[in-house]
């Protein structure tokens, strides 16, 4: 069995990415967590797609959560996603539902021309930040202002189950790549996470099927396969057969 080693973010050489994150807010830092997050969908109605926009498009606790969570044991996607381009020659990559931008910063590193897509929100304005004191240039492309752009592989890591329509949201990023890499997190406890979708995997994998992908079983998962995850952590990976 494999455990997962991975206490170090993409930050630069001396800073960890909680210590990145405190230099970006300066006296604004005040850790918060993901009972925050359902603190804060809790507290408003999130009925209408304009309501759960706004709560994206507004809150600033994926700043911590996510920093969190890339400083977690998780199943190293960047390196399972980088070596998967590789052997199929894919170079631009799309991020969608970026975030702070640590997979796509990841996957810079190693060379690959990366776009990040993200609603216009504190998280992608310190993702802004990030590039800058690395001294990195890549687009970030903002939900509802910007098309989602033509690219050899897509991937949305736990991001369909925030979407409103997640088949019709993978039917947009099918339309638009030659790759796609989506999870699909199980939600069991609405309560806690009262923010994600329930998602019908069988149903959203026909989907992805119809516009002309197929499911590929690549060897990168096959060696990640044994560590400490979730099922629903391990990615799907789909390559583009035909056009549908």
């Not at 994926?62 to 894919?90: K, M, Q």
């Not at 609405?190 to 994600?196: D, E, G, L, V």
């Not at 990168?220 to 979730?230: A, D």
Request: net charge positive; proline share 6%.
């Amino acid at each position: 069995m494999r455990f997962w080693i991975q206490t170090t973010d993409v930050c630069g050489p001396f800073l960890s990415g909680e210590e990145e994150l405190r230099t970006f807010l300066g006296d604004k830092y005040s850790h918060k967590t993901y009972a925050h997050l359902a603190t804060e969908w809790k507290s408003s109605s999130r009925k209408t797609p304009r309501e759960i926009e706004e709560f994206y498009r507004s809150t600033d606790v994926y700043l911590y959560d996510l920093t969190d969570w890339h400083l977690s044991n998780r199943f190293p996607y960047a390196e399972v996603i980088g070596d998967f381009a590789l052997r199929h020659g894919l170079r631009r990559l799309l991020d969608f539902g970026c975030g702070i931008g640590t997979d796509g910063l990841k996957l810079l590193q190693r060379g690959f021309d990366v776009m990040f897509y993200d609603f216009r929100n504190p998280s992608t304005e310190y993702l802004e930040w990030r590039l800058a004191k690395r001294g990195t240039k890549a687009p970030i492309l903002y939900a509802g202002e910007d098309p989602l752009p033509e690219n050899d592989l897509t991937f949305a890591i736990d991001v369909i189950e925030h979407v409103v329509d997640p088949a019709g949201t993978l039917k947009e990023l099918a339309n638009r790549t030659k790759a796609l890499v989506p999870n699909f997190p199980i939600t069991t406890q609405k309560h806690k996470y009262p923010m994600h979708s329930y998602l019908r995997k069988r149903h959203l994998r026909r989907v992805i099927r119809q516009q002309g992908f197929r499911r590929v079983w690549d060897l990168s998962q096959l060696r990640y396969k044994w560590g400490l995850l979730l099922p629903s952590e391990t990615p799907d990976f789909w390559i583009r057969d035909r056009r549908p």
